[in-house]
């Protein structure tokens, strides 16, 4: 049986947890406000360190996921007011501005992913290669069929069983917890 | 401007168009909630843009997780720990030098990023999905820290429990019969199905006691507070739902609502389809959909025909219905939904007020709407006083 989050929120095991749990998610989050994968590697595990040094102050894994985005969000902001002047703006990183609900989308986008990549890790295994194919190298179901020895119709099966799957893995209670602190 | 209602369900309906799930009506309006703010398109068009959804799992797959992890770790859980105060000598110095270097982290800290508040005094917000399960070992779990997450009981039952809802799955080995409560503290809500695949929706302050499988020839659980059925049809097996005072409640395939709060002054089981026998003490009455069974120590049970079916499922569709109701009954209502304690002031008049209101609505609004039939509500901390104007 899985150990209750909320004891070992203070222990190492938890935080351990919590680190294996959101840092990719983070790391995606922070990558797309500042632009840069090394930046926003560092910035999330400074923030990681801030939590330990926080961790016993949480009641439960809400709170802590509303804290990590916060605080990732706002060093990510303070990274590109203090970054050299020439900044380099790829395609996803947002021009600055101050809006209170800046980084929503981008936590929306982070939390979606996160949870889709869950999901498709825990497919069963004859779903997860044809949605990995798919997704990961693009492929077209004809190919997909081929490349694995099996019938397109069996494609189109493996991907609505995954599909099935993923509808009832997506948590949406993350989206309202941090909406709410994003707006106060 | 956005609430947090909407921004939520926008998010569902996407989900859903991602699934090829919508229906014309929810088109419809996800359409005009994109026509209405630039960023609600955009927001739109790159969730569903298939290249967002394949480059964000190539950049989550191509993190070092555990190299990262290494780096923490060595900073973290793996420092040795402090020596205890009482083996060190600490110059005064050395304490000054900390206590200064403490302050100043700690208004950096105060500074930057807000300290998370769990919970403000000045906001008293709506209850939420939120309740504790007791298994059969007495351990206990809070259902909204282990979000998406499966719980494997012992004796080969399945429960998974996501967004606000539990599922239970599988059969007992051995024929084990074990028994979980599920409660709901005030400002609670939770649903439920069993493994039989009936519906429970649990108001706040409420619980179930249930057992993970059902063997044998009945479905029997214990219900305290307010709980919504919608029970699986089994010809095999009756389903009786007990209570902990007044009658005790026997169905087969149907919905329906009970109240049985200790505070109010009536058991009520409302029946919105199918057919329940409601018995106690020997008594049994059947009812038919669109009555109501009421029950009272003073006057006992009794069958009322003309059951607003509305105002008693009202909760359960995220919604406050008052029907020319007594401010008390309402008020009642009100405290279990928000966590609130309610104290009178004054001799209030017998009033009944009528009024929708979303269960969604903060304190305030739904006070404000109150006032208008003449009451007045100071609001210390969490203690509503009700008076005259």
Redesign the interface.
């Known amino acids: 049986?899985?150990e209750?989050?909320?004891d070992s929120i203070s222990s190492?095991i938890g935080?351990?947890y919590v680190?294996?749990k959101y840092?990719?998610?983070l790391?995606?989050f922070a990558?797309r406000l500042v632009g840069d994968r090394d930046a926003a590697?560092d910035i999330?595990?400074e923030i990681?360190?801030?939590f330990?040094d926080r961790r016993e102050?949480?009641?439960?894994?809400?709170?802590v996921k509303?804290?990590l985005y916060?605080?990732v969000r706002?060093?990510s902001l303070?990274f590109l007011r203090h970054a050299a002047v020439e900044q380099r703006y790829l395609d996803d990183a947002l021009p600055l501005d101050s809006e209170p609900g800046m980084g929503l989308?981008q936590l929306?986008?982070a939390e979606?992913?996160?949870?889709?990549?869950r999901s498709?890790c825990e497919l069963p295994a004859a779903c997860r290669q044809v949605v990995e194919l798919a997704?990961?190298e693009?492929l077209k179901n004809n190919k997909i069929a081929e490349r694995l020895g099996i019938s397109v119709n069996t494609v189109k099966t493996q991907k609505q069983r995954a599909?099935g799957h993923?509808?009832?893995?997506?948590?949406?209670?993350?989206?309202?917890a941090i909406?709410?602190?994003l707006n106060r | 401007m956005d609430t947090i209602d909407t921004y939520s369900y926008q998010a569902r309906l996407i989900i859903r168009h991602l699934n090829g799930d919508l229906t014309e009506k929810e088109r419809t309006e996800l359409e005009a909630w994109m026509a209405s703010d630039d960023r609600h398109r955009r927001v739109f068009e790159e969730l569903t843009r298939g290249e967002w959804l394949k480059e964000g799992l190539q950049f989550l797959e191509s993190i070092p997780v555990e190299d990262a992890w290494q780096k923490v770790a060595a900073r973290t859980v793996q420092r040795v720990p402090e020596l205890p105060e009482r083996k060190r000598r600490i110059g005064w110095w050395a304490v000054a030098a900390a206590i200064a270097a403490s302050l100043f982290f700690s208004i950096q800290y105060f500074r930057e990023d807000p300290v998370p508040v769990l919970k403000t005094a000045e906001r008293i917000s709506p209850g939420a999905d939120k309740a504790t399960l007791t298994l059969a070992d007495g351990s206990v779990m809070e259902l909204e820290a282990l979000s998406a997450d499966d719980i494997i009981i012992q004796g080969g039952v399945r429960v998974i429990n996501l967004s606000g809802k539990l599922m239970y799955t599988g059969v007992a080995k051995n024929g084990e019969i074990a028994y979980n409560t599920i409660r709901t503290p005030p400002g609670g809500q939770y649903q439920l199905q069993l493994s039989d695949g009936t519906s429970v929706w649990l108001n706040a302050s409420s619980s179930l006691r249930f057992p993970t499988t059902f063997n044998g020839d009945a479905r029997t659980v214990e219900l305290t507070g307010e709980g919504y059925f919608e029970v699986r049809h089994d010809p095999s097996k009756t389903f009786t739902v007990k209570l902990a005072f007044g009658p005790q409640l026997t169905v087969q395939g149907t919905s329906f609502n009970i109240n049985a709060y200790p505070d109010e002054p009536f058991v009520r089981a409302t029946l919105l389809d199918g057919k329940i026998s409601v018995g106690q003490n020997g008594v049994v009455k059947v009812l038919v959909p669109g009555q109501q069974a009421r029950w009272s120590d003073r006057e006992g049970l009794i069958v009322a025909d003309d059951a607003d079916t509305d105002q008693a499922i009202a909760w359960k569709n995220g919604q406050f219905v008052f029907k020319s109701m007594d401010i008390r009954s309402i008020m009642r209502q009100i405290s279990r939904w928000y966590d609130v304690e309610v104290a009178y002031s004054g001799a209030i008049g017998s009033d009944l007020f009528s009024g929708i209101v979303s269960r969604q609505s903060s304190l305030e609004q739904v006070l404000k709407i109150l006032e208008e039939g003449g009451v007045r509500f100071r609001i210390e901390g969490r203690r509503i006083t009700v008076f005259e104007k």
């Not at chain 1, 979606?112 to 990549?117: D, F, G, N, R």
């Not at chain 1, 509808?167 to 989206?175: K, P, Q």
């Open positions: 049986m899985q209750s989050l909320h190492d935080f351990e680190f294996k840092y990719a998610r790391c995606y990558y590697e999330v595990q990681f360190m801030k330990w102050g949480f009641g439960n894994e809400p709170s509303t804290f916060l605080t706002n060093a303070n989308d929306i986008h979606v992913l996160a949870e889709i990549h498709i997704y990961f693009g599909l993923l509808r009832i893995r997506l948590d949406l209670s993350a989206y309202l909406w709410m602190m």
